[in-house]
């Protein structure tokens, strides 16, 4: 009687270790899946005593390699404006990278007031503050957004022309007098041919005001894409080889 207990006491260990090996084994992959999205980090700088919130992605190698890096800036759209950084994840770089994408820039992405639009000093500020904290390749400094943050990248881009090397704006619109400012950058507009919020006539009219003072300029016209033309366009892996050209 003693042995059967014995026995049925060491068969209960076994089967206790072995469980905790397999929650051990769990938990192991779901600790490696999270350290490969948690990739970008949450940052803040003031700006005209306000707090400017935004989103930081550093390439896995970045603190391995001494060396400088590209850096890609994203300006979201309107519906991502406010303090939820949650937010800016929804669309663009951060939504690819939240879902364990690797990129091999550096990934800034900031996020506008609520109630605001982008405003230029607050944006150079900011790219000042990551020039001066992190290793900025200055010759690969690219530019992208969508809607609302479509035309803050042409408006930024057409302040700062020296500064982008390329910039790719989604669904916008900007000031056809001074886009001949862009006429050294490389540009590539996108924009859905049955949008209803940003009509794509005001992509047309940018590219065409850059084309005749030979701007180099492409132009990607989505033809049954409404507003969301920008979901096609950063799930496009060829967008990020352009940029690093």
């Not at 009687?1 to 089967?15: A, C, G, N, P, S």
């Not at 090996?21 to 005209?48: A, P």
């Not at 800016?88 to 996020?111: A, C, D, N, T």
Request: contains cysteine.
């Amino acid at each position: 009687m003693k042995t059967r207990e014995f026995l049925l006491k060491k068969f209960q260990i076994v089967k206790l270790f072995f469980f905790c090996l397999i929650l051990l084994s769990v938990s192991g992959c779901f600790m490696k899946k999270r350290s490969m999205t948690e990739e970008t980090t949450s940052r803040q700088i003031i700006v005209n005593d306000e707090s400017f919130n935004f989103l930081l992605y550093l390439p896995k190698n970045y603190e391995a390699e001494n060396r400088k890096w590209p850096l890609l800036i994203f300006l979201h759209g309107a519906g991502e404006r406010g303090k939820d950084l949650e937010k800016v994840k929804i669309h663009g770089p951060p939504k690819l990278i939240e879902k364990g994408k690797s990129f091999p820039f550096i990934v800034v992405s900031p996020q506008c007031p609520e109630g605001t639009w982008w405003e230029l000093d607050g944006l150079n500020d900011l790219l000042q503050n990551i020039l001066k904290n992190y290793r900025v390749d200055l010759e690969r400094i690219y530019l992208t957004g969508l809607s609302m943050g479509g035309f803050g990248t042409w408006a930024w881009a057409m302040d700062r022309a020296e500064t982008f090397a390329a910039l790719a704006p989604i669904c916008g619109g900007g000031d056809t007098e001074r886009v001949c400012l862009l006429k050294d950058t490389h540009v590539w507009v996108f924009h859905g041919r049955q949008d209803k919020v940003v009509p794509v006539e005001r992509s047309v009219n940018m590219v065409n005001a850059l084309r005749e003072c030979g701007g180099n300029v492409k132009f990607t016209i989505y033809p049954e894409a409404g507003h969301d033309s920008w979901s096609v366009t950063y799930d496009n892996p060829d967008l990020y080889k352009w940029f690093l050209k």
